[in-house]
């Protein structure tokens, strides 16, 4: 009992200062400048930590993504490539963390995104010399031209909905046309995923009937004009809205033709489709 005592007493008793290779407090650590100073807490104050997670973790109650971890890791690493930089980052940098910036709260979450379509616009217009204030057209539609490369919509369908919503190269572009584009961008590629998903039902492979995908493009192309709000989002949801039961009767319809069919490839499919959102967007005056 009495060994049990003495090994319980060791084990609580305390490590003296230095032992433990740890500063006593109120004492730099040797070598480390002084940093070590005060309480923890005050250290991690002077260092920047505490304002540094304090935004990391905004940005993740922002974002809400689905892995919180792998975007802290991507968040806290992006942060240590752009202070290793000596030098004022250049276009593509800035291109690339603008970019990370757009896609990291969905759309949907209309409060995140514009939090970080501003922080993406901040990003591109700083380190340039512009007369005016903004963005410049160039960065701009560079940026919508990255947007829109990270899905499947239809090279087509982006380049007329960059010719819509694009700006000179020289003109300073203000922000709500700045975040009208990159919402739009950012729509496109969801309508394009949900066309493809929606011509996965029609058939089987890469190929379907075409009376059935007519008469489906046909009830989409309803669903979309019966929208006329001015918000990129608007046709997205009147498109959502089409219910299965609607898109039953037009395909069941379609079958009732007793006509010789030919098939229809899901890139002429999304090539429609996604033409019927790129006529609604308003282009940008």
Same mark, same amino acid.
């Given at each position: ?95 690339? *963390? %603008? $970019?990370?910036?757009?896609?990291? &709260?969905? +759309?949907?979450? @209309? ?5 970080? !379509? /501003? ?98 493009? *046909? %009830? $989409?192309?309803?669903?979309?004009? &019966?929208? +006329?709000?001015? @918000? ?5 949801? !009147? /498109? ?46």
């Amino acid at each position: 009992k009495m060994a049990a005592y003495e090994k319980g007493r060791a084990a609580a008793a305390p490590v003296p200062a230095g032992v433990s290779g740890l500063p006593e407090p109120g004492r730099a650590a040797p070598g480390g400048g002084g940093l070590a100073e005060g309480s923890a807490a005050e250290f991690l104050l002077r260092a920047g930590v505490t304002a540094m997670v304090r935004e990391a973790l905004l940005k993740v109650l922002e974002a809400r993504p689905a892995e919180p971890v792998s975007f802290l890791a991507e968040y806290f690493e992006r942060l240590v490539l752009a202070e290793a930089a000596a030098e004022p980052p250049g276009p593509p940098q800035r291109l690339a *963390r %603008a $970019l990370w910036y757009v896609c990291l &709260a969905h +759309h949907s979450h @209309r409060t995140a995104f514009d939090s970080n !379509a /501003g922080a993406a616009y901040e990003v591109l217009g700083c380190g340039g010399r512009r007369r005016a204030a903004g963005v410049d057209g160039r960065l701009y539609s560079e940026l919508l031209r990255r947007i829109c490369q990270r899905g499947a919509a239809p090279a087509e369908a982006a380049a007329e909905l960059l010719r819509r919503v694009r700006c000179r190269d020289h003109e300073a572009v203000p922000f709500d046309v700045f975040r009208y584009g990159v919402l739009t961008c950012c729509v496109l590629l969801e309508f394009a995923a949900k066309a493809d998903a929606l011509f996965a039902v029609l058939g089987a492979g890469d190929s379907a009937d075409t009376r059935l995908c007519q008469a489906v493009l *046909r %009830a $989409l192309e309803d669903a979309l004009g &019966a929208g +006329h709000g001015s @918000r990129p989002g608007c046709y997205l949801e !009147a /498109g959502s809205r089409l219910g299965p039961d609607r898109l039953a009767l037009a395909m069941d319809q379609a079958l009732q033709e007793r006509k010789l069919s030919s098939s229809m490839s899901r890139e002429e499919f999304l090539r429609k489709a996604t033409a019927l959102f790129i006529a609604k967007v308003k282009p940008v005056e």
